[in-house]
């Protein structure tokens, strides 16, 4: 019959007991520490990513960019912009565990930028804090989050059409960092035309 316990010296250790052969054999050993929760940590770095994504499709634009429509059924950039602050906001809710969908009141293309870092911030210093997620990481990846990079691509292919291409860049090779969440961002690495 086997007993442990665990005792506070310096580390957590856990001391346990057995009888064998009509021994007692102890044994100590350091207790497990804490994993970070990696898909946590993936979400971090894929908000990070947007961050970065995000910040090359926003700079430098036209003033007409904004508006611009490649049809009469397509969302213009701004309204695209605004969308994805409200997919960051809705990330957020669900994360605390409280789902709020909101569709806010469209903003100029600057204070719809600034609102999309600022969404991006909130939701990376609650994802970096010890609060619990309310919903699975997975979920909010698979939901808001890809979302929000799918109308990136969205908006860069739309500086493409409207004669206002950024260069291409290898991601693979970019100055990401985790918890750099905010408008300014690294120079791009390795870009291309």
């Not at 957020?92 to 009141?105: I, N």
């Not at 979920?139 to 004669?163: I, Y």
């Not at 693979?172 to 791009?188: H, L």
Request: glycine share 8%; proline share 6%; net charge positive.
């Amino acid at each position: 019959m086997a007993s442990c316990r665990r005792l506070e010296i310096g580390d957590m250790l856990t001391t346990c007991s057995a009888k064998f052969g009509g021994k007692i054999l102890r044994m100590s050993t350091p207790a497990q520490t804490p994993i970070p929760d990696s898909s946590r940590q993936l979400l971090r770095h894929t908000i990070a990513t947007l961050a970065y994504r995000g910040g090359k499709a926003l700079r430098g634009v036209s003033d007409e960019f904004p508006g611009f429509h490649a049809s009469e059924t397509t969302r213009t950039p701004v309204q695209i912009l605004a969308h994805m602050g409200d997919l960051l906001d809705w990330a957020l809710s669900m994360a605390k565990g409280k789902q709020v969908w909101r569709d806010s009141v469209q903003l100029p293309w600057a204070a719809e930028a600034e609102r999309f870092f600022t969404s991006l911030k909130a939701f990376d210093a609650y994802l970096a804090s010890d609060s619990p997620m309310n919903t699975p990481a997975e979920k909010l990846f698979q939901g808001p989050v890809a979302d929000a990079l799918t109308h990136v691509g969205q908006l860069m292919m739309l500086r493409r059409m409207a004669g206002a291409p950024p260069r291409g860049e290898n991601y693979f090779v970019a100055d990401i960092v985790t918890g750099r969440v905010g408008s300014e961002q690294s120079a791009p690495v390795r870009e291309f035309d």
